[in-house]
């Protein structure tokens, strides 16, 4: 299964709302049908514009509408949606990535020109919304297809290159995380049945995208107007007003959000009835703001999915060998039939080169292994967790 399979899903039930964006009190809102339409227009004007399969774009708008939509028209044409946080250094990110296209608000664009952003690799740039820039291409995205879904270049294998999205650099220097169809399209079935939406759910998307991710998971998705350069200085009323007004019952946001939440709730004495689910993402919960949150009464379940920001460490091979070999020593001295990370075994099988990627293992192998990644890491950590000496610790 690809991402395009999922994207698919929008076609059914055209008349249930997909998107609605809420500001000072007043709601846009997006059918299911509107947003597929209109990706279909913008993969049109895209293709027209020269994108094709590989290409990578960066997609740099606050508009929910204008990010999905442009995401889902990259993703038909096989090119790739690049995401960066305006708090990051998008200068860096971009010199990092080299992209193709880039693809923004006007306040985008003038970031883009003052500091250089993406040059001199950018060939092609679009702006989104209400332009007031006297020079470059607008990119239309609020007008549905008058003709029908235009096919992509090519069926995208499941290995294919989908999306890279980079970290906000709140904890060091951004890194892209590239996801393939594959595992995107895993980690959507895995939200779906996390989720298990029911047809009166509505979700809040606390971060921008979750926009993206939204219709695609079923509900209708409420996207509040979230300072994205400062989530924890947004007016906690533009949270709790889409919530009351909407009957939110799922929140999807990050703790900074989820505090301003919480807090408001508390001072105030608000209750939110519709809720009855949080998930918390980009940081760890700490244990006050959780309790904040079952005190407010508003959630059933509180369910966290942290990212963890990447450490490496660089050890010489001599080091992690002689360190293996002490370890297993003082295990046998003590007599100890417990299993430890830093074994010789697997000191030697991460010496040694594996090919992780299918696709570079079906062009230097000739072989198709029996089991996906995915499969083969799960069921590996099943059977670590199963184990004789795990169980004995």
């Known amino acids: 299964m690809t991402v395009l399979d999922i994207l698919a899903r929008l076609a059914d039930e055209p008349d249930a709302t997909a998107l609605i964006r809420h500001r000072k009190g007043s709601a846009r809102t997006t059918s299911r049908h509107d947003l597929l339409?209109?990706?279909?227009?913008?993969?049109?004007?895209?293709?027209?514009?020269?994108?094709?399969?590989?290409?990578?774009?960066?997609?740099?708008?606050?508009?929910?509408?204008?990010?999905?939509?442009?995401?889902?028209a990259l993703i038909t044409l096989g090119a790739v949606p690049v995401l960066i946080e305006p708090r990051a250094a998008v200068g860096r990110c971009l010199q990092d990535v080299a992209p193709d296209l880039f693809i923004g608000e006007p306040l985008a664009h003038l970031g883009r020109r003052l500091l250089g952003w993406g040059r001199p690799r950018v060939r092609t740039a679009l702006v989104t919304g209400a332009t007031w820039m006297p020079s470059g291409k607008r990119l239309v995205t609020g007008t549905p297809a008058a003709h029908g879904p235009?096919?992509?270049?090519?069926?995208?294998?499941?290995?294919?290159?989908?999306?890279?999205?980079?970290?906000?650099?709140?904890?060091?220097?951004?890194?892209?995380?590239?996801?393939?169809?594959?595992?995107?399209?895993?980690q959507l079935d895995a939200l779906t049945t996390l989720l298990s939406p029911r047809p009166d759910d509505v979700l809040l998307a606390g971060f921008l995208p979750i926009a993206i991710l939204g219709p695609l998971l079923g509900p209708a998705t409420v996207v509040p107007?979230?300072?994205?350069?400062?989530?924890?200085?947004?007016?906690?009323?533009?949270?709790?007003?889409?919530?009351l007004k909407h009957a939110v019952t799922t929140v999807l946001a990050s703790p900074?959000?989820?505090?301003?939440?919480?807090?408001?709730?508390?001072?105030?004495?608000?209750?939110?009835?519709?809720?009855?689910?949080?998930?918390?993402?980009?940081?760890?919960?700490?244990?006050?703001?959780?309790?904040?949150?079952?005190?407010?009464?508003?959630?059933?379940?509180?369910?966290?999915?942290?990212?963890?920001?990447?450490?490496?460490?660089?050890?010489?091979?001599?080091?992690?060998?002689?360190?293996?070999?002490?370890?297993?020593?003082?295990?046998?001295?003590?007599?100890?039939?417990?299993?430890?990370?830093?074994?010789?075994?697997?000191?030697?099988?991460?010496?040694?080169?594996?090919?992780?990627?299918?696709?570079?293992?079906?062009?230097?192998?000739?072989?198709?292994?029996p089991v996906g990644l995915d499969a083969g890491l799960a069921e590996l950590s099943r059977s670590a967790l199963t184990s004789p000496g795990r169980q004995q610790g």
């Open 37 to 72: 339409g209109a990706s279909h227009t913008v993969a049109h004007v895209l293709r027209d514009a020269g994108v094709r399969t590989g290409h990578k774009a960066v997609v740099m708008t606050r508009d929910a509408h204008d990010l999905s939509v442009v995401t889902y």
């Open 256 to 369: 900074a959000v989820l505090g301003l939440l919480a807090g408001h709730c508390a001072r105030h004495g608000v209750a939110l009835p519709s809720v009855w689910r949080i998930l918390s993402f980009g940081a760890p919960l700490r244990t006050r703001l959780a309790d904040a949150l079952r005190r407010a009464e508003f959630a059933q379940h509180l369910l966290r999915a942290v990212g963890v920001s990447a450490r490496w460490c660089a050890v010489p091979p001599r080091l992690a060998r002689a360190a293996s070999t002490l370890s297993d020593i003082a295990l046998r001295l003590t007599g100890s039939s417990r299993t430890h990370v830093l074994s010789r075994f697997l000191v030697e099988e991460l010496l040694q080169p594996h090919h992780f990627d299918l696709g570079a293992a079906r062009r230097e192998l000739g072989f198709e292994p």
């Open 150 to 186: 235009w096919p992509p270049l090519r069926e995208p294998d499941a290995d294919d290159l989908a999306v890279i999205a980079f970290t906000s650099g709140s904890t060091g220097r951004p890194r892209g995380a590239e996801y393939r169809h594959a595992t995107l399209a895993g």
């Open 225 to 243: 107007a979230v300072n994205h350069l400062a989530p924890a200085r947004t007016p906690p009323e533009e949270l709790v007003e889409p919530v």
